[in-house]
C-alpha cells in the first residue's frame, strides 16, 4: 500500500492512498460471492444466479458492497501507516475503484495538533481566597425564611411581592379566546406580561380591568411574535408573604436543629465548603489561563464544533425536560455557532493542553480510583456496579471518566507548583 501524507492548513492533513489491484480484487471476489447468495432472478432459485448474470444484472450492488468494505479496512491500514489519528472522519476525493485495478483516494482529516510544551510550572497568578462573613450566613438563613414562607389573604391594594389569585381571559388577535380560573403569580416576579404586572399593582380584591398586551418581537413562539391582545383581569385575592422569626422555633421546624445557634453552624460549615470548592476551581482556572497564554497552537476545527454541537443539544434537552419541543422553536444556528464558538475553541484548548502535560508527566489514574467513582455512580442510580460499569463501557462514558480523573490529577500537579500571590 502506497500512503502519502501532505501538511495543509492548520491541523489538516492530505493523504493520497492507493491499495494494490490484488487486493481490490480480493475484495471483488468476495462481494461477487455475498451478492450472489442474495441474488433473485426468474427462472434461478435464490443464490442459484450464474456468476456471469451477476456482473449484468447486480454490478451496482457488487462496486456497492466493494466500496463498503474496502474503502473503510484501506483507511484503517493507511492512518497506521501514517501514524496519525485523526480526530474527525475523512472527507475523500478523488476515488477511483474499479475490477482488477487498484483503489486509489485522497482523504482530509484533522488530527490533534502537536504542543510544544513550554514552562508550565512554576507560572504566576494572583489569587486571594474569599473569607466566609457573618453577612454570608445572614444571607443563607434569608433564603431558608424565604422557602418557608406563607402567603396570608389581606384587605388592601396589590404591592410587589404579594401573591395574587386572579381569573382572567385573553383575547389574542387571529386566535379563539382563553379563560383560566384561579391562576397564581407573585406581582414583580415577571411571570406574566409586563402590561398585567403593571396593571395588578393596586388593584383589590373583586377589581377587574381590561388591559392591552402586545407580545415581543422576539417571543419564543413565532406565530405570537408581534401580536396585539387583551386580558380581562379580575383580581380574586391578594395575599401577602409573612416570613417566619428567625428563632430556635423556626431552627427546629427545619428537622434537624435544637436551636437557631446550629442553624447558623450548620449554615456556616456549607457555605465554607461551597467556598472552598469553589476558590479550588477558580485558583486552577487561572492558573490553566496562565499557562495557555505561555503555548500558542492551532486547534482543530473538528473538535471545536464538535463542542458547539454538544451544548446546542444540552440547550435542547434542557427545553425537552422543560416539556418544550425544541423543534417547534426558532433556532438560529448561525448566531448560536458564532456565539459559542470563542468559549467551545477554549474549552477544546484546555483539554489539548492539560492531555499533553498529564503525558509528559506520566499521569494515569489508579484503576481503584476508576473503580470507586463508578461506585458511587452506582449508588446514586441504585443499580448493581458490575452492570453501571457494562453499560459505561458500552456507551464511551468509562473513557470519559478515566480522562475527568486524569485531568484532576494534572490541575492538582500544576497548582501545587503554582505561585500564587495575593
Given amino acids: 500500500m502506497k500512503v502519502e501524507v501532505e501538511e495543509i492548513e492548520g491541523c489538516k492533513r492530505r493523504l493520497a ?27 434461478f432459485r435464490k443464490g442459484h444466479v450464474p456468476r456471469s448474470l451477476v456482473k449484468v444484472h447486480f454490478a451496482a450492488d457488487v462496486r456497492r458492497e466493494v466500496a463498503e468494505h474496502l474503502i473503510p479496512d484501506v483507511w484503517r491500514q493507511a492512518i497506521s501507516e501514517a501514524r496519525i489519528e485523526p480526530v474527525n472522519e475523512p472527507d475523500l476525493q478523488d476515488v477511483k475503484l474499479e475490477e482488477n485495478a487498484p483503489l486509489s483516494f485522497v482523504a482530509v482529516v484533522e488530527v490533534k495538533p502537536t504542543i510544544a510544551l513550554a514552562d508550565y510550572k512554576n507560572v504566576e497568578v494572583e489569587h486571594a481566597p474569599k473569607p466566609v462573613t457573618a453577612e454570608d450566613v445572614d444571607e443563607a438563613l434569608a433564603h431558608m425564611r424565604e422557602r418557608q414562607a406563607q402567603f396570608r389573604a389581606v384587605d388592601r391594594p396589590a404591592a410587589p411581592g404579594d401573591l395574587l389569585v386572579v381569573d382572567y381571559t385573553l383575547v389574542i388577535e387571529g386566535r379563539e379566546p382563553s379563560s383560566q380560573t384561579g391562576y397564581e403569580f407573585v406581582a414583580g416576579d415577571k411571570a406574566v406580561f409586563p402590561e ?31 401580536k396585539s391582545g387583551s386580558a380581562a383581569v379580575k383580581v380574586i385575592e391578594v395575599k401577602e ?41 477558580e485558583l486552577q482556572e487561572k492558573v ?47 448566531k448560536m455557532i458564532a456565539e459559542l464558538r470563542p468559549g467551545a475553541e477554549k474549552a477544546v484548548r484546555r483539554a489539548l493542553l492539560l492531555e499533553a502535560i498529564a503525558e509528559r508527566e506520566g499521569l494515569v489514574p489508579a484503576e481503584a480510583d476508576v ?40 490541575l492538582d500537579v500544576l497548582v501545587s507548583h503554582a505561585r500564587v500571590t495575593g
Fill in 371 to 410: 473503580d470507586a467513582e463508578v461506585e458511587k455512580i452506582a449508588g446514586a442510580s441504585q443499580r448493581p456496579v458490575p452492570a453501571v460499569r457494562r453499560m459505561m463501557e458500552k456507551s464511551g462514558d468509562l473513557d470519559a471518566l478515566r480522562h475527568g480523573l486524569r485531568d484532576r490529577m494534572t
Fill in 17 to 43: 492512498v492507493e491499495a494494490p489491484a490484488e487486493v481490490v480484487q480480493q475484495e471483488w471476489e468476495r462481494a461477487y460471492g455475498r451478492v450472489q447468495r442474495q441474488a433473485r432472478l426468474p427462472g
Fill in 196 to 226: 398585567i404586572d403593571r396593571a395588578v399593582a393596586g388593584m383589590r380584591a373583586g377589581e377587574e380591568r381590561q388591559v392591552p398586551f402586545r407580545f415581543a418581537d422576539d417571543h419564543r413562539r413565532e406565530e405570537l411574535r408581534g
Fill in 288 to 334: 490553566v489561563d496562565a499557562i495557555i497564554e505561555h503555548h500558542a497552537f492551532t486547534v482543530p476545527d473538528a473538535l471545536v464544533m464538535r463542542q458547539v454541537a454538544r451544548q446546542i443539544e444540552h440547550a435542547r434537552e434542557s427545553l425537552r425536560r422543560q416539556g418544550i419541543d425544541p423543534e417547534r422553536m426558532p433556532w438560529d444556528y448561525g
Fill in 241 to 281: 408573604k409573612v416570613l417566619p422569626a428567625l428563632d430556635d422555633d423556626f431552627a427546629k421546624s427545619l428537622g434537624e436543629f435544637e436551636t437557631l445557634a446550629a442553624l447558623r453552624a450548620e449554615a456556616l460549615k456549607q457555605i465554607e465548603t461551597r467556598r472552598a470548592h469553589d476558590d479550588k476551581r
